[in-house]
């Protein structure tokens, strides 16, 4: 997760600040004005980090709203006076949320390519708008004649047109901008985020509307993209729609990656060293004729040999220098496992539950009841139809015809992130952790869930209930002693005592596990049935496995599934001895060889 | 130590699926021309163990033999024209190229060579595959892909062939007649790693016997050993 | 009346030299899964090339016989030294890296060619026209190139139909594990691919220098357009290519006509209403 930045990144960044506060008493006004394209693309940027880096969404369109905004200030500023000031910016930042909430609620129906593709072609389309028609004078561009001001009272507060005061306020904004996003990273709204980017099918899983997450985080990248449109205008007070081609959006993305994605602080380095390359390139005293004529050749060349070498950027240099993470709050003492009360868990049942892929009837006609606070294999040769049964029993797939309670209450076509909220929770063949997180940000996220809205910006009276739940389901688990281990870097058997974790923090009482032992050694799966039949005190649990040693010592209820039909149910040692089910797994070989007990 | 006439040989392999650790130090071994089935419940390793053989889930540790050559790391592709035919779980057939391009596709002299088996030959086992020569591989039956796959897999004239679970899902008649076409197979002199359930028509077929059981060997031996010891056929095979 | 049969065949023969570029991106998306932002370079450097080659020469069919292999082996250099380390990164370094080829092809072209749009006649012997009704009539060169594009396209069909590398395409595409299971080697065949597909786009490049003039910025409409016609047609869909094509090609020469502000906005709009309807494209798989 987005932690504060190490130590050396804070100093740099502090003499940089120093750096550009000095920088109009010490250098001319070209410098000045360098300077204050660099913040405002820098501003540009971090908004686009938001979005690649935090949430996980390449957008190719991004400069659309920069472009937007600095039209804003076109649309508002009168034509022989200076316009106001806080009206232009706000328009700025109005146009461009406005458009990304527009070009967003379709594009955040689409993933990978398709979304690379739609924000690409609304971004042309947007381009095309400003550039084709006469909205706003067309390709020749147009001009903010007398940049804005606040005046009030007749006193001129600030004026841009004063390249000083213009400079200072962009700075400032910079600042603003960047704590601003860096505390909307760290707030449950942006750790639901950074969630999405690394496991999106868990988050909706856990519960979360992954759509509203990524519509508001495009939406408010937008907004603040349109704000440094709007101070881009009041640079040169000339605006072209070349501001929102896809050429441009292509160098922020550029930048980001260049700076490291994710970081925040990155991309900013990354907006400064490309401009300074840039520049470099373009001066013949510098680097030669030859170099500075085709400067474009050097941009691209380097570029290329960033991407083919090194996937972390500017920022993971500075990684080198110790990364040291904040120091972590230490976990209260939680209630150990025995403590624990015993809790009446949800039942779980379907009534003539099918589903059929084509042709193929995948799970034909189930009716089964899981009664609460027990633990129940469900076992079947190959092709039985497992998966697909818990697939319909967790909301990932509809089914066909029949229905799925959840004590009483009918669930059936619910989609996985309303199911998780009515206390259901799964786990998946493959593990499916948030593997660049910690075991504490997993399960962090788990407990988040049930809390706030999508817009839930400070941690609040929620916090410390959710602290609260992670330690609890960190010390049932056996994990407390990994809190801040990367989960990526466990053993496969704690990463399954992680996904069972995350389902405790998460509240759900009801655990549908699908092979949770697949790939553990003997140690390790003893550890995890010793889990399971502790976790009977207050939860249901519905177990997919083969390890027939593993499921006879877990469960208490059998059912054989056997080409998606419900062969039996019942007992374990009732299960053995039926014949029905030595047929399903042994063949007719069962009767012939006599392997009945 | 590899036997002179191993056709295959993984040693002490570990195979992983991400982090899960599925085949655990394994040793397996098939003889030229001997047929073994293999043997065990989901999960434990059969279809890793035949995909690891072929080169297309390489283990992270031990090493692969094909024909006494060291195949570790090496591509599928590689791995095919030393000589191994693979029938995968599922059939893998192309479902946009119709039978007659499923076996060209295939077609290939052996190591050394042979051209044992030819597409007329394959029409001659499977009279069903030549009626139906010109329909796309999507439209097919599950028992004439599965003919389609090992037809196709035996074009490429190799020295082993794997078979994961070819009788899954198919009518007893068209479940014979496979069993009759492995039978045919192994009288030529073709290795075969053979997975299935069936274990009667695995006793007829089967030189030896492997049981997997997460991950490792649990069981080896003749269809005699098997016979006349049901316990341990219930133990790792059944519940 | 007339003046909707010139549109019409506008339509159609651009949106027939579409589909050429189209075709190769549709291609390197469906077999190798690879976003490819500087698939309309190709199509830039083949129309420049067909000026220097022509002047070399002396005829276009004479530049596009010598320009077509030059640009399959400049696809091969392509995919050896930079695309095939893309097979296994995320979207992002995919983009990334072939955007920064479009700026250092952007720059080879300036120093060759310079930044001025640059024109070739159509051929002496394709320059009449033929005439359509009493006061309008059509280029040969336009009706010429109709016809080139339709057999390109039939030839693209019977390749992949009915020839061996044709047959391992449409088996890569399905199961590209099978066919490394079955003795090749896949590696082989996408470079011969995004060959295939910077060439296409080359050869569309090639073809149309006579009737437009080459500018700077041609790549940039042509990669967008080539991408809209994937989505709509849906990725690795040849068929879907050809038709979201003329769709647009058709689109794009009415829109001109009768709501020039607008014609690029009606293609975006387009694509967003086929995404909608079938979000996997008119003939793409889900």
């Not at chain 1, 009272?153 to 600042?175: E, M, R």
């Not at chain 1, 049935?529 to 027939?548: K, S």
């Not at chain 3, 594990?177 to 597909?197: H, K, N, S, T």
Request: charged share 15%; aromatic share 8%.
């Amino acid at each position: 997760m987005l932690t504060r930045p190490a130590l050396p990144v804070i100093v740099f960044f502090i003499a940089l600040l120093a750096l550009f506060a000095a920088l109009p008493f010490v250098g001319g006004p070209y410098a000045v004005k360098f300077a204050t394209r660099l913040m405002v693309l820098a501003i540009f940027v971090v908004s686009l980090d938001l979005l690649i880096g935090i949430t996980g969404l390449v957008s190719f369109g991004h400069a659309a709203f920069f472009g937007v905004g600095a039209y804003a200030v076109y649309f508002v500023s009168p034509d022989y006076e200076a316009g106001n000031l806080a009206l232009a910016l706000a328009a700025g930042v109005a146009l461009g949320g406005l458009a990304a909430l527009l070009v967003g609620s379709f594009a955040m129906l689409t993933k990978g390519f398709y979304f690379i593709m739609v924000t690409l072609a609304a971004g042309q389309m947007l381009f095309a708008l400003f550039h084709d028609t006469d909205i706003a004078k067309g390709s020749d561009g147009a001009y903010v004649n007398v940049k804005p001001n606040l005046t009030i009272g007749g006193k001129t507060l600030l004026d841009f047109d004063s390249p000083l005061q213009f400079y200072f306020f962009t700075l400032a904004a910079l600042v603003v901008v960047y704590f601003a996003l860096f505390g909307l990273a760290r707030s449950p709204f942006g750790r639901a985020l950074q969630g999405i980017r690394v496991n999106e099918t868990r988050m909706s899983a856990l519960g979360y509307n992954a759509y509203l997450y990524k519509l508001a985080a495009f939406v408010v990248a937008g907004a603040v993209a349109g704000f440094a449109g709007a101070l881009f205008a009041c640079i040169d007070g000339f605006v072209t729609p070349e501001l929102l081609s896809w050429h441009q959006s292509g160098l922020a993305i550029m930048m980001v990656v260049l700076g490291g994605a994710g970081t925040l602080f990155g991309p900013i380095l990354g907006a400064f060293a490309y401009i300074s390359l840039e520049d470099l390139l373009k001066t013949a005293s510098l680097v030669g004729e030859f170099v500075s004529s085709h400067w474009r050749l050097g941009t691209g060349a380097v570029l290329v040999v960033a991407v083919l070498l090194s996937p972390d950027g500017l920022a993971g240099f500075f990684r080198l220098f110790g990364g040291a993470r904040a120091a972590p709050a230490s976990a209260p003492a939680a209630a150990t496992a025995a403590d624990r009360p015993a809790r009446r868990a949800k039942a779980l049942s379907t009534k003539e539950l099918s589903r059929n892929f084509d042709a193929l009837a995948a799970v034909s006609d189930v009716t089964i009841r899981f009664e609460p606070n027990l633990v129940h294999g469900v076992i079947g040769p190959n092709g039985a139809g497992k998966t697909t049964f818990t697939n319909l029993l967790s909301g990932a797939i509809p089914p066909s015809s029949g229905h799925v309670d959840i004590d009483g209450r009918d669930v059936t076509g619910w989609p996985a992130h309303k199911i998780a909220h009515v206390g259901l929770g799964r786990s998946y063949q493959r593990t499916n952790i948030f593997g660049a997180f910690t075991v504490e940000e997993n399960c962090a996220l788990a407990a988040q869930a049930r809390h706030g809205g999508v817009l839930r910006l400070t941690d609040g009276r929620w916090r410390a209930a959710e602290t609260e739940k992670v330690a609890h389901a960190l010390a049932v688990a056996g994990l407390s002693d990994r809190a801040h281990v990367v989960s990526s870097k466990m053993s496969n058997g704690e990463q399954r005592q992680l996904e069972i974790a995350m389902l405790i923090a998460s509240g759900a009482d009801l655990l549908l596990l699908d092979e949770p032992l697949a790939g553990m050694g003997p140690e390790e799966t003893s550890r995890v049935v010793a889990l399971l039949r502790d976790l009977t005190r207050d939860h249901t649990i519905v177990l997919i496995e083969h390890d027939m040693d593993a499921v006879f010592a877990a469960a208490d209820t059998l059912t054989v599934l056997v080409q998606g039909k419900l062969l039996a149910h019942g007992t374990p040692d009732a299960i053995r001895k039926d014949e029905a089910v030595l047929e399903a797994y042994l063949g007719h070989h069962a009767e012939k060889s006599g392997a009945r007990a | 130590m590899i036997a002179a006439d191993d056709i295959l040989h993984a040693e002490k392999i570990d195979t992983f699926y991400g982090p899960s650790h599925i085949l655990r130090g394994l040793d397996f071994r098939v003889g030229r021309s001997e047929t073994v089935s293999l043997l065990g419940r989901n999960g434990m390793g059969k279809t890793t163990l035949l995909r690891s053989l072929m080169g297309l889930t390489p283990p992270k540790r031990g090493r692969i033999f094909v024909g006494g050559r060291d195949m570790t790391g090496a591509r599928a592709g590689i791995i095919a024209r030393a000589g191994v035919g693979f029938v995968p779980e599922g059939r893998g057939i192309f479902p946009n190229l119709s039978v007659e391009e499923n076996l060209t596709f295939a077609e290939r002299a052996g190591v050394g060579g042979r051209r044992d088996w030819t597409k007329d030959g394959v029409y001659e086992i499977f009279p069903r595959l030549r009626e139906r020569r010109t329909n796309w591989g999507n439209q097919l039956s599950g028992g004439e892909q599965q003919m389609l796959t090992i037809g196709r897999a035996l074009l490429s004239n190799p020295d082993v062939v794997l078979i994961d679970e070819a009788t899954e899902g198919l009518a007893p008649k068209v479940r014979d007649s496979i069993w009759e076409t492995l039978r045919l197979i192994a009288r030529k002199g073709v290795a075969i790693v053979v997975v299935d359930k069936n274990l009667d028509d695995l006793f007829d077929l089967a030189d030896r016997h492997v049981i997997l059981n997460k991950g490792e060997i649990a069981f080896e031996g003749t269809s005699r050993d098997l016979k006349d010891n049901p316990d341990i056929v219930t133990r790792l095979l059944g519940v | 009346m007339s003046l909707a049969l010139i549109q019409i065949l506008n339509g159609l023969q651009n949106g027939l030299l579409i589909f050429l570029a189209a075709s190769g991106l549709t291609l390197v998306f469906g077999i190798l899964g690879i976003i490819n932002l500087s698939h309309g370079s190709f199509y830039m450097l083949g129309a420049y090339m067909a000026l220097t080659l022509t002047s070399f020469t002396g005829d276009i069919f004479l530049a596009l016989a010598l320009g077509a292999p030059i640009a399959f082996v400049f696809g091969m250099a392509i995919e050896w030294l930079f695309i095939r380390h893309l097979y296994n990164r995320d979207h992002l370094q995919q983009v990334l890296l072939t955007f920064a080829l479009i700026l250092v092809f952007n720059e080879i072209q300036q120093s060759v060619w310079g930044s001025h749009p640059l024109s070739i006649p159509t051929p002496s012997y394709l320059s009449a026209s033929i005439p359509i009704t009493g006061s309008l009539s059509y280029p040969v060169y336009r009706a010429a190139l109709m016809l080139i594009c339709l057999g390109l396209a039939l030839a693209m069909v019977f390749v992949i139909q009915k020839t061996r590398v044709g047959r391992m395409i449409r088996a890569a595409e399905s199961n590209r594990e099978m066919v490394e299971a079955l003795g090749f080697d896949a590696r082989i065949l996408f470079r011969l691919v995004f060959a295939a597909g910077v060439t296409l786009a080359a050869t569309a490049g090639i073809l149309a220098a006579p009737v437009e003039s080459a500018y700077p910025g041609i790549g940039d409409r042509v990669l967008i357009v080539s991408f809209v016609v994937v989505v709509i047609g849906g990725i690795g869909s040849i068929r879907g290519a050809f038709v979201g094509s003329l769709l647009i090609g058709l689109a794009d020469a009415f829109g001109k006509v009768y709501a020039p502000q607008f014609s690029a906005i009606i293609i975006y709009a387009l694509m967003a209403l086929v995404l909608v309807m079938r979000p996997a494209g008119l003939f793409g798989r889900a």
